[in-house]
């Protein structure tokens, strides 16, 4: 073997242990870094759970986590989770919060469902209206109002960006699929509950399902007359009555005085 045969293998036999060397060195810092973040045990889902159920213990888990990607209102205890109703689907291996779960209310689960201050309103709804079978409990949609009016057909957009609460008697969207429906129980303030209802009274409704990252507000026809009142105070609010007198051209003896929205004819004496 010559020298330079022998000098590649010494080279060789130093960067390998250096190299070694580096790694070890490597994995050890991370090892430290790892082992020094503290870790707390919280609640994650042992399986997949739909709106509207009640959590039981076979439902949840304790796991361990690095205290840096637990959320603040993250559930930690089986005592803080039994019981109490599912307001999203929660799935296998999600951390358990308390904004995605309610305490289940006297009654039915759906009136746990609902949020403050608001209402449930169910109507009756066929294979159109129901968009086709595709609505499902937590889709949001906007509602049109098609009546006759002066012998012609008029659509109005009386509600928008209204949460579906259930569709027949089930609260729950485990099933993704179509389904033909009866009914469809909407939330809404009672102001929007009046609305629903005077325009079903004057002609058909209809749902328009929106996509659930859309959130564009819509100008809604006033048919409820507290809206009505209400838009009203605020244009006269805005806009203060103001007096306009002008002459007819066809005689001097009248003068048109408009006060705000109204006209008056005053006779001047010759």
Not at 78 to 83: M, N, Q, S
Not at 139 to 162: E, P, Q, W, Y
Not at 215 to 238: G, H
């Amino acid at each position: 073997m010559n020298n330079k045969t022998m000098l590649f293998v010494l080279l060789s036999l130093v960067f390998g242990v250096v190299a070694v060397f580096l790694a070890q060195s490597w994995l050890e810092s991370n090892s430290e870094a790892d082992g020094l973040e503290a870790t707390s045990t919280v609640i994650t889902m042992a399986t997949l759970v739909p709106l509207g159920a009640i959590l039981e213990r076979k439902h949840l888990k304790l796991t361990p986590m690095p205290n840096s990607v637990i959320p603040e209102a993250a559930i930690k205890t089986f005592e803080e989770a039994e019981g109490m109703v599912v307001k999203h689907n929660l799935y296998s291996g999600e951390i358990l919060r308390s904004e995605r779960i309610i305490k289940k209310g006297e009654g039915s689960t759906l009136a746990s469902l609902i949020s403050p201050n608001m209402r449930a309103v169910t109507i009756r709804v066929n294979d159109v209206i129901g968009v086709a079978g595709f609505l499902l409990p937590g889709n949001r949609v906007d509602v049109l109002n098609l009546f006759k009016k002066d012998g012609s057909l008029h659509t109005d957009i009386v509600l928008a960006n209204i949460k579906i609460l259930a569709i027949d008697q089930r609260s729950s969207n485990d099933e993704n699929k179509p389904t033909l429906v009866r009914a469809v129980t909407l939330e809404m303030s009672l102001e929007q509950a009046e609305t629903l209802l005077i325009a079903k009274g004057r002609g058909k409704l209809q749902l328009a399902l929106r996509n659930p990252n859309d959130s564009a507000e819509v100008e809604l026809a006033l048919i409820n007359e507290k809206q009505q009142r209400e838009e009203i105070s605020v244009v006269n609010t805005a806009t203060p009555p103001k007096t306009i007198v002008r002459v007819s051209s066809e005689s001097k003896t009248k003068v048109y005085v408009l006060k705000g929205m109204k006209e008056q004819v005053v006779k001047m004496s010759n």
